[in-house]
C-alpha cells in the first residue's frame, strides 16, 4: 500500500495512527500501523458496510506490522460532545439507537465481531450527526471454545465488563452489551459510570426525561453476570 503522510494522529508502542492520502483513494484515509493486529477482523470488516461502522478499505500484512486503510470521519468524539454538555434528549435517544444498530451488526456477522472496547472515545459524531464505532485493535470473531477463558486483561476502566479482567469464561456478545449499557448511562446522564454516587441506575437523578425509559435497559445491560444480561 503506497500512502502519503498528512499528520500523525497518534503513536505509541503498539500503533502508529497517521491521516494520509493512498494511491486509488479520493480524499484522505486513515492509516494504521499495528504491531500485533488481528488480520481476520480487518479483512471481515472490509468485505462488509454498515453507516455505523468506520468503513475499512484496505488490508495489509507486513513482516512486522499489520497495515490497515480505513475511512477518516471528520468530526468530534461522543467524549468530546458530552464534554461540551450540549446534546438535547433527542439527539442522545438517536445516538443511542445508532450505537445498538452499530453494535447489532457486528454480533450479527459470521462469525460474530466482539468488539471488547466500546466506550465514548471510540465513538465518532460526523457533522451530519451520524454516529461510527471506531477502532478494532482489542477486537475479537467469536469462536467457541472448550476452555473456560480466552481473555486477556484489556478493556477500559468503567466500561469494560468483569470477565475483561480476569472473569471467568471467554468474552461474547454479553460483553459488548455491559460496554453498551455503561456508554449509554454516560450519554443519557452526562456522568462517567464510577463517578458519585457509584450507582449506575439513578438516572432520574441525572435526566428524569429519559428516566423511564433507559433505566431498566441500562441495569439489564449492566449486570454482574453475563447470563443475567
Known amino acids: 500500500m503506497k500512502y502519503q503522510t498528512i499528520v500523525t494522529i497518534k503513536e505509541s508502542e503498539k500503533a502508529t495512527v497517521e491521516l494520509a492520502a ?12 499495528l504491531k500485533g493486529g ?5 479483512r471481515l470488516l472490509s468485505n462488509q458496510s454498515n453507516p455505523h461502522i468506520s468503513q475499512i478499505y484496505a488490508v495489509e500484512e507486513q513482516e512486522k506490522e499489520l497495515l490497515i486503510a480505513e475511512e477518516y470521519v471528520d468530526g468530534e468524539s461522543l467524549s468530546e460532545h458530552l464534554q461540551k454538555n450540549l446534546l438535547s ?72 465488563a468483569p470477565e475483561q479482567f480476569g472473569g471467568q469464561g471467554q468474552t461474547d456478545v454479553r460483553t459488548d452489551i455491559y460496554s453498551l449499557g455503561a456508554t449509554i448511562y454516560h ?27 433507559f433505566e431498566a435497559i441500562i ?9 443475567d444480561r
Open 89 to 160: 434528549d433527542e439527539q442522545k435517544l438517536n445516538y443511542a439507537l445508532q450505537l445498538c444498530e452499530a453494535v447489532g451488526f457486528l454480533h450479527a456477522l459470521n462469525p460474530s465481531v466482539i468488539h471488547r472496547d466500546i466506550k465514548p472515545s471510540n465513538i465518532l459524531i460526523n457533522g451530519k450527526g451520524e454516529l461510527k464505532l471506531i477502532d478494532f485493535d482489542a477486537s475479537r470473531l467469536y469462536k467457541k471454545a472448550s476452555g473456560d477463558s480466552d481473555t486477556r486483561i484489556l478493556g477500559t476502566a468503567d466500561y469494560a
Open 187 to 213: 450519554l443519557v446522564t452526562g456522568h462517567n459510570p464510577s463517578e458519585p454516587p457509584y450507582e449506575m441506575y439513578p438516572i432520574r437523578q441525572w435526566n428524569p426525561a429519559l428516566s423511564s425509559g
Open 22 to 33: 493512498v494511491e486509488l483513494f479520493v480524499g484522505p484515509v486513515i492509516v494504521k500501523r
Open 219 to 227: 441495569s439489564k445491560c449492566t449486570q454482574l453476570n453475563p447470563d
Open 38 to 42: 488481528n488480520p481476520e477482523i480487518y
